[in-house]
């Protein structure tokens, strides 16, 4: 099971940082993987990190948004930055077992509930 957290409204140029915890074993074998749903979208991958801590990013969040994993709290995060209007959504994290970093949402096996980010210019 996982649950993320972090979300909040922000001005455009701010910050949040976005953490997605996992119950259960073997945390560090999965990859786990944050997308992003605006409204009225196709929810789509913005960032991934691996078993073995690579990372990925979509091209529209790269040198804002940095993922990182701590796998002794069974926990990921997203830190973003420079938050602009159009990283509105709702936010969720996701693990996929085979550990590989992936943009395609089959790959994930689970996924938490979601997180509101509402940037305002």
């Known amino acids: 099971q996982l649950q993320a957290s972090g979300g909040g409204s922000v001005q455009a140029g701010g910050s949040l940082r976005l953490s997605c915890v996992a119950s259960?074993?073997?945390?560090?074998?999965?990859?786990i993987g944050w997308f992003r749903q605006a409204p009225g979208k196709e929810r789509e991958m913005v960032s991934c990190i691996s078993s073995s801590h690579s990372t990925g990013y979509a091209d529209s969040v790269k040198g804002r948004f940095t993922i990182s994993r701590d796998d002794a709290r069974n926990t990921a995060h997203l830190q973003i930055d420079s938050l602009k209007p159009e990283d509105t959504g709702v936010y969720y994290c996701a693990a996929n077992r085979y550990g590989r970093t992936s943009s395609g949402k089959s790959e994930y096996d689970y996924w938490g509930q979601g997180t509101l980010v509402t940037v305002s210019s």
């Open positions: 259960g074993s073997d945390f560090d074998y999965y990859a």
